[in-house]
């Protein structure tokens, strides 16, 4: 942040040193206007105006972040909810597969429907290759 200030200043410095050598007086047309005006008014006034224009840029910029900020922390909220009522619905039937007879559901005891790790999943090596490249 402080490069970016330093920068700024040195490029201030600059363009006053150029408006300041640039005294002369020069004709300013603009659509039907005209008007005699020292030229380091018009380096100065088109300075100003860049500024301001790119001022109002980064606050449209700035605004629109916020405003993707704020979904996003909403769409988080939702989220969060989500997963604590799917965890309680895990919880209730994980509680729901303890008193029932395993042989049923056609688990061997002790083991879950799903898997925690997917790298010690159960499904038969033959089953989890593409099918589409089973030749290679």
């Given at each position: 942040m402080?490069?970016?200030l330093i920068a700024?200043?040195?490029f201030a410095i600059a363009i006053a040193a150029f408006a300041v050598q640039n005294t002369m007086v020069v004709t300013v047309h603009f659509l039907l206007w005209q008007?005699?005006?020292s030229l380091?008014?018009?380096i100065l006034g088109s300075l100003a105006a860049g500024?301001?224009?790119?001022?109002?840029l980064g606050l449209f910029k700035q605004y629109s972040n916020h405003r993707q900020k704020k979904?996003?922390?909403t769409q988080n909220k939702r989220m969060e909810?989500?997963?604590?009522?799917l965890n309680k619905k895990i919880e209730?039937?994980?509680g729901q597969g303890k008193t029932a007879d395993p042989s049923v559901s056609g688990l061997n005891p002790g083991q879950t429907a799903f898997p925690t790790d997917p790298t010690t999943s159960q499904i038969p090596e033959d089953q989890t290759k593409d099918p589409l490249h089973a030749d290679q």
């Open positions: 402080q490069a970016y700024a200043l040195i008007a005699d005006i380091v008014l018009v500024a301001l224009l790119l001022f109002f979904d996003l922390k909810k989500m997963i604590a009522e209730a039937l994980e």
